[in-house]
């Protein structure tokens, strides 16, 4: 009787908050059940998780004309990742062949918490699960498939803490060493995703983060190397108005932009920031 | 042998309503995923899923692929096929409601068929329908009001089967077959290759193929619960009938009948007089 209530207000909570519950509370990133779901690298097709509760249909949805193409079922409930407040939704790596999907993290015996996550190869749709202890959610994937990033969650309370880890997707294990910022060598980080600006190669995953009490920055994270870069945005807001920020890249910089207008330019290659 | 019929046949309907089809012995069958129906005129397509013990149907934007919005409902139900060339059926002239249909028992044998009809806006169940019996989608009224159903006598290769109507404001069964007015027949015979429907989701047209018999067309007036059977002078084997396909044109005035690109014969949706081309 647990197992179903748990489950059907999982089910619930997803319907009715969709995309930004968890990054309003400040909690792990949220999963999307229908909608946009996530956009294949090349466009033609996007691939959008559906629920009945206990099990998930992932389906590939033709762009141009809505027809679903194919489909596969995972037991459980795992939707698209949502990487930012403004409902950004990832989980494909760039070269394509890998989606992921993630769950959220479910209490079992003993008050364990784990949080599951599906693999799927996108050419055979066969999928695989990473479960792992503790509160998890997804955060990027290099572009070739091979390493998931994920965030894994110290404190989801007023004030989420959380590190930002990596899994190799081939060894099946996750890297004992959390990607801390090059820049100052902060391990913890705090605030919550507002936006997320990808570039063209899938590498770079360029994440804006608002705080309390503190200026935004921006989460530079590099796919391939394995490595982080935090950059404060010297801008003025209160955390209302960093969580409207957007981020638009363009030839070799990324603009922070508010209510259409860029107010700060962070260049890509040495991160350092202008405001407008 | 009969069972080894009946096989060959589901197989026949697997491959004439596409790799989602799951075929029937007795009538096209369903469809899961892929295009649903809908689309055209609305933009929306709807589309089923079958789940171990439930149906996601999805509304999806055919501009763009976003599943706006979707369901999961009780039971095993797909859209329905009203014609082995993978014609879906199911949505109402006016787009606001839709019928989903399960696989009921083989004609004659102990079972029911069920079949849902939903609000397409809400996607909410606003009636259920349970028939004793053999029974697939046919058609449904513009206004959602009436469902037109076959009922299977006998399946094979050469299936008998009937035209009934349910009402479905009345939640009732309506006595007695839709029979053809111009021959007063009542029950038929023939395997549906594939249906044109009227813009206004009025008149449904569909093309029978028959063994050692010209193909004919049943023209079924979902508003007056009228149905009319007109022979097409064509002399064509069955395999051959089975890749005919139907057009309207001239705002509807006419019904083309083609044989790959070429019309070999005309139907004048008024007279329901033919002319071979």
Known sequence: ?276 | MKKLLALAITAAAITAGGAHANGSPYSPGLVYGWAGVGAQNSGVRFVAFGMPKSTIVAAVRARDGHVMKSTVVRGFYGVPLVSYDGTAGGLSGDGKSLVLASYGPLPGEAGKTRLIVLNTKTLSVVRSVVLRGSWSYDAVSPDGSQLYLVEHIAAGQNPRYRVRSFDLRADRLIPGAIVDRIDRLAVMGGQPVTRATSSDGRWAYTLYAREKREPFVHALDTVRREAFCIDVPLELAQPLQMELRLRLAGDGGTLGVRHFRETVAVIDTKTFGVRRT
């Open chain 1, 1 to 276: 009787m647990k197992k179903i209530l748990t489950t059907l207000l999982l089910v619930l909570v997803a319907a009715t908050f969709a995309a930004t519950a968890g990054a309003q509370k400040g909690g792990p990133a949220t999963t999307l059940f229908g909608g946009k779901g996530v956009l294949a690298p090349d466009g033609t097709h996007r691939y959008v998780a559906l629920t009945t509760g206990r099990q998930t249909l992932v389906s590939v949805v033709r762009v141009h004309g809505g027809q679903v193409v194919r489909w596969l079922y995972v037991r459980g409930f795992v939707g698209v990742p949502v990487v930012g407040e403004d409902g950004t939704t990832d989980g494909i790596s760039r070269d394509g062949r890998t989606l992921v999907l993630a769950g959220t993290p479910e209490g079992r015996p003993n008050d364990r918490v784990v949080t599951s996550f599906a693999v799927v190869d996108t050419a055979s749709l066969r999928f695989r699960r990473v479960t792992l202890p503790g509160t998890w959610a997804y955060d990027a994937i290099s572009p070739d498939g091979s390493i998931l990033y994920l965030i894994e969650y110290e404190n989801y309370g007023r004030t989420p803490t959380y590190r930002v880890r990596a899994y190799d997707l081939a060894a099946r294990r996750l890297l004992s060493r959390p990607i801390v910022d090059r820049t100052i060598g902060e391990r913890l980080m705090r605030g919550w995703a507002v936006t997320r600006a990808t570039n063209s190669t899938g590498r770079w995953a360029y994440t804006l983060y608002a705080r309390q009490g503190s200026a935004p920055f921006v989460h530079a994270l590099d796919t391939v190397q394995q490595r982080a870069y935090c950059v404060d945005l010297p801008l003025e807001l209160r955390r209302p108005g960093q969580m409207r920020l957007r981020l638009v890249l363009r030839a070799g910089e990324l603009a922070v932009r508010s209510a259409g207008e860029t107010v700060a330019v962070v260049d890509t290659q040495s991160f350092v920031v202008q405001r407008r």
